[in-house]
């Protein structure tokens, strides 16, 4: 079949296709009134297209129907991908549709990545028509900001999607979070059910199919093996699966700790393996580029140093490292940092830890200043814990001369006040629902 029939026929599905039931996301709807090309980004199965079908929804009171398409470009029946499918698409959708040209067109292009010179027909198409409005979306973050950095630079804004954040988690599961007060939910009975949604949350992680699966640690299993073999291992043209596989390992393992590849390689050629500190690098770069780890740099003005010093690793879901690396329960307080890393990831601003004397979690600001710092532990109610939480995050905000600063734990509420400072105790839960 020809490139052109095989796109008549994925577009004429999408005017006949239902929009399937959502959980709603959290989403700044200004964007679609910013700039010409909207970049939704994130790892595999996190929901881009269920984001994409959000804001299809929102459009649809005020946009004509025909004005409004979607093609995911990873549709089997496209491949092999000719190159020319771009040019082909946008013929088609004219012929198909009835589009008003004097309103606003929105194309939604899902995984666009996977064409070539993707960026070049979205710069020229949206420079021809300025009513035309790119919503597209991938998987690979290097791949996108490479193109917006040349071809895109000022047409586009980018929107990253992580897994469900608690408070998305816990509306998909029906709570009424909008009905809560702030404050009462610390002492009322709907505390109980708002904890039950949190350890469900702990324990399945927030990719949106776990909330509906029988089985989520298969899944999620699933999950991992398609980000290794199809992200990773064909995107990538790896050869040493092998190492590749334990390299993953021993940095997962490292989730919320320390990390440093020098170390790494050293645990590795241990096992017998011989590389290039070239190639763990590299594998770093790739698995960073498909959001399966995050690597967090300690604060410094100087951004060599940043670059030079060691940094912390975390995962894309904290479920997700359960299901591949069983891990006991003394990491929980692991688990709480890695979910409260997503959450400041979710609310932007610019994030690091801390580490002088003592060490802090994560100190949080704008523009090169320092604003805020987070301690989060499983409980302080141990006298040397709570000694080490507090020395370590009054030494960050005395270094950065905060008033103010955060320890997030399992279930525990308190002020503490020392040396002129004023630290807040908070439930995880809470601070994810309501903190800000």
């Not at 140093?305 to 307080?333: C, M, S, W």
């Amino acid at each position: 079949m020809e490139t052109k029939e095989k796109i008549k026929k994925i577009v004429t599905e999408w005017r006949e296709f239902d929009i399937p039931r959502l959980y709603d996301r959290n989403f700044n709807y200004s964007f679609l009134d910013a700039g010409e090309i909207l970049s939704i980004i994130g790892a595999r199965r996190t929901g881009k297209t269920y984001l994409c079908y959000q804001i299809i929804n929102s459009l649809r009171g005020s946009v004509p129907r025909d004005n409004i398409v979607y093609v995911n470009f990873e549709d089997e029946r496209l491949y092999p991908l000719k190159g020319d499918e771009l040019e082909v698409f946008l013929d088609v959708y004219f012929e198909l549709f009835h589009v008003d040209m004097s309103k606003k067109v929105y194309l939604f292009l899902d995984e666009i990545q996977n064409l070539e010179n993707w960026s070049k027909w979205a710069r020229r198409i949206t420079g021809q028509n300025k009513n035309i409005k790119l919503v597209l979306t991938g998987s690979s973050s290097k791949l996108f900001s490479k193109e917006i950095a040349t071809e895109l630079r000022g047409r586009t804004l980018t929107h990253t999607v992580y897994p469900l954040s608690f408070a998305e988690y816990a509306g998909a599961r029906g709570a009424k979070l909008h009905q809560l007060d702030k404050e009462r939910i610390l002492y009322s009975k709907d505390k109980i059910s708002i904890k039950k949604l949190f350890n469900d949350y702990f324990r399945s992680g927030g990719f949106p199919a776990v909330i509906e699966s029988s089985m989520p640690g298969e899944l999620l299993k699933e999950y991992y093996k398609t980000m290794f073999y199809r992200d990773l291992i064909e995107r990538y043209g790896i050869k040493n699966i092998k190492l590749l596989e334990d390299y993953l390992t021993l940095v997962v393992d490292q989730f919320a700790c320390l990390y440093s590849i020098s170390s790494t390689a050293k645990k590795l050629e241990e096992f017998g393996y011989s590389f290039s500190k070239n190639t763990l690098s590299n594998f770093s770069n790739y698995a960073q580029d498909i959001f399966l780890i995050f690597e967090l740099k300690k604060f410094s003005y100087k951004v060599k140093e940043q670059l030079r010093l060691p940094k912390k690793v975390y995962a894309i879901d904290h479920a997700l490292v359960n299901a591949v690396r069983f891990f006991a329960t003394e990491n929980y307080g692991r688990v709480l940092e890695n979910i409260v890393f997503l959450e400041l990831k979710r609310r932007n601003g610019e994030l690091y830890y801390y580490s002088g004397d003592r060490e802090c979690d994560f100190i949080a600001g704008e523009k090169g200043r320092i604003l805020q710092s987070i301690q989060v532990c499983k409980s302080i109610a141990s006298p040397a814990t709570k000694k080490r939480e507090i020395d370590g995050i009054l030494d960050a905000m005395n270094e950065y001369n905060l008033g103010k600063g955060l320890i997030l734990t399992e279930d525990e509420t308190d002020t503490i006040k020392t040396g002129g400072k004023t630290i807040n105790v908070l439930p995880v839960w809470h601070w994810l629902l309501y903190g800000r």
